[in-house]
């Protein structure tokens, strides 16, 4: 099998790839991703989750204090959901209703828009630090994360209101449906997944993850009931959606926060603040092989992927070293270049 050349090896005090550098990069690799094209995105500089929509093939960017919203065949932004001061993290994607959801973490809210005019039309009350947004098309239901406040509020997307809240116990992080039924989220607090039934919006399991610390990226292979979560300490752990038990731990890079799965590839990925996502294979339920890894940029710690294609986007910026932070404080060790926020896009060669 080909691999991956590891084209990127970063340490805390360096400065990331410019792009015509990560073109470099990219081309040493053994071709299985190409770097294909960056969307200028500029200011603001502050980013989360992004979401991509095969209905509309079109990107949607948590952008600060807005939802920038990027064409993904052209490369072209085509508006903005905007005036979200507390700023945007999760998105979720109802089209069945034609509308979008995102929230404001401050404010402890969630907005509904409409998917034409990206205009924000329903205020929906969530809980403080709503975070990460999931809709679940078995229950039709959009699940928000509302990370410090532990719980997860559920929304009918029909009526834009609010049918459950869930206590998860803990800090929380991201979360993922499964489209049969099932809603899983990340335990942060206490290094546990969370099971919910989504046709009840009650939790029927929590299962601990040994040495796993802070889980926050997730993903879900539907098909052989795997879950993939990505921990602080430098793991990806693989874990049986049916009954909990962890299968199988893979080596991942500094900070992820954020893992996608190709259903068509059978790959995992686990993109990272220090300039890389690790790709995986599904050789089997329980087994897994290491294919390499992708040089992004420092920064490019969160990720979306078109299913079918299997492109990657990722949203990134130049960044330089922050001199006033303590070595050991790696998020906060480097600071963003002004204006220079991009979005990424990673295809598969065949």
């Not at 790959?267 to 897994?288: H, L, M, Q, W």
């Not at 969160?302 to 294609?309: A, G, N, R, S, Y």
């Amino acid at each position: 099998m080909n691999k991956l050349a590891i084209g990127l090896t970063l340490a805390i005090g360096a400065t990331c790839f410019a792009g015509s550098a990560i073109q470099a990069a990219a081309a040493s690799t053994s071709a299985l991703y190409q770097l294909t094209k960056t969307v200028k995105l500029g200011a603001p500089d502050r980013w989360d989750y992004l979401t991509f929509d095969p209905s509309s093939n079109r990107v949607f960017i948590s952008h600060s204090d807005r939802v920038t919203v990027v064409d993904a065949k052209s490369g072209k932004i085509v508006g903005t959901v905007t005036d979200i001061p507390g700023g945007t993290h999760g998105i979720g994607i109802v089209p069945s209703v034609g509308r979008g959801y995102t929230d404001d973490g401050k404010a402890g809210v969630a907005w509904a828009f409409d998917l034409k005019t990206l205009k924000k039309v329903a205020e929906i009350k969530a809980q403080p630090d709503a975070d990460g947004i999931a809709y679940d098309r078995a229950s039709g239901h959009v699940f928000v994360v509302d990370g410090d406040s532990g719980k997860i509020t559920v929304i009918d997307p029909k009526t834009n209101a609010v049918v459950a809240t869930i206590d998860g116990g803990g800090g929380l992080e991201f979360g993922v449906a499964d489209g049969f039924g099932h809603f899983f989220v990340n335990g942060a607090e206490k290094g546990e997944i969370l099971s919910i039934d989504t046709a009840t919006s009650k939790i029927d399991a929590t299962w601990p993850l040994a040495d796993c610390q802070s889980p926050h990226g997730m993903a879900v292979d539907p098909k052989t009931h795997r879950i993939f979560s990505s921990c602080s300490n430098k793991k990806l752990v693989v874990v049986n959606a049916d009954t909990g038990a962890v299968v199988a731990s893979l080596p991942i890079g500094t900070f992820s926060d954020a893992v996608a799965f190709d259903p068509v590839r059978k790959r995992i990925f686990s993109s990272n603040f220090d300039g890389t996502v690790n790709v995986f294979a599904e050789k089997g339920p329980d087994a897994y092989e290491t294919i390499g890894t992708i040089p992004t940029k420092m920064g490019a710690r969160t990720m979306t992927i078109d299913p079918k294609t299997g492109t990657l986007y990722l949203v990134a910026a130049d960044m330089k070293v922050n001199e006033a932070a303590q070595p050991s404080d790696f998020r906060h060790r480097f600071t963003t270049t002004p204006g220079s926020t991009e979005l990424v896009i990673f295809r598969p060669e065949g």
